[in-house]
């Protein structure tokens, strides 16, 4: 069956510093990848995805994500962190050619520390 | 702007009371989902709708129903809400064979 597995509950971060949230998978064939964002009590929000191609995927705010398919991971990633990037964080897959489900990673809460 | 709307955003229900969350979406989008999320977990798929073919998670208990009257609408219906049905619902929609889901902004549940 497909999953992703986010092994951090929580990342800290001091604004102005890269940050990487973790994120692996399996699938049983080539995956779709998403990250989300989510804000107190809002739904989730799109960030980027990787379908094909490029191994690196630029997403919004700044956010990309690469692409390892050696090691199964598809770490979020981001420059220079911001206080309002603080949220938490979801990875999802979807598996090509199945049944449309997005099955979501356990989430990650980031925390960006002025 | 095309998007996906919950109603309402915050709903409060009475323990054994019928209750019906809404979602309404104007991206024509024909696959519909429902999901089930608890305080900052992840969401958890109850079931979904591709057209009006309705797909229901094998673990999805019987308390909880659908309804998806056209392509715009799709309705949650919880029969007899229990105290650990409290969560933020969630209502996303997809194209066919599209990529992304677009999530509405959740309605929270709370029973009392």
């Known amino acids: 069956a497909q999953s992703v597995a986010q092994p951090e509950d929580q990342v800290n971060v001091a604004e102005g510093n890269p940050l990487t949230v973790k994120c692996t998978y399996s699938?049983?064939?080539?995956?779709?990848l998403f990250w989300y964002v989510q804000y107190p009590n809002r739904g989730l929000q799109f960030l980027l995805k990787?379908?094909?191609?490029?191994?690196l995927v630029k997403g919004s705010y700044g956010f990309e994500a690469e692409f390892n398919k050696s090691q199964t991971s598809f770490h979020l990633k981001k420059p220079s962190a911001l206080v309002s990037d603080s949220a938490l964080y979801f990875c999802?897959?979807?598996?090509?050619?199945?049944?449309?489900?997005?099955?979501f990673g356990t989430g990650t809460r980031l925390q960006v520390f002025p | 702007d095309a998007m996906v709307i919950q109603n309402p955003r915050y709903q409060v229900t009475q323990f054994g009371k019928p209750v019906t969350l809404s979602c309404s979406q104007t991206?024509?989008?024909?696959?519909m989902y429902w999901y089930q999320q608890k305080s900052s977990q992840a969401p958890k798929l109850l079931f979904h709708?591709?057209?009006?073919?309705?797909?229901n998670e094998a673990d999805t208990p019987d308390n909880f129903q659908s309804r998806r009257p056209n392509t715009s609408f799709c309705f949650l219906d919880i029969r007899s809400p229990g105290l650990g049905d409290a969560a933020m619902y969630l209502c996303?929609?997809?194209?066919?064979?599209?990529?992304?889901?677009?999530f509405g902004q959740g309605t929270r549940l709370t029973v009392v």
């Open positions: 990787y379908i094909t191609g490029d191994n």
């Open positions: 699938v049983s064939g080539n995956p779709y």
């Open positions: 996303a929609t997809s194209s066919q064979g599209g990529i992304e889901a677009f």
């Open positions: 991206l024509n989008h024909n696959v």
């Open positions: 709708y591709y057209d009006k073919d309705f797909n």
């Open positions: 999802a897959v979807r598996d090509k050619g199945g049944t449309d489900k997005l099955i």
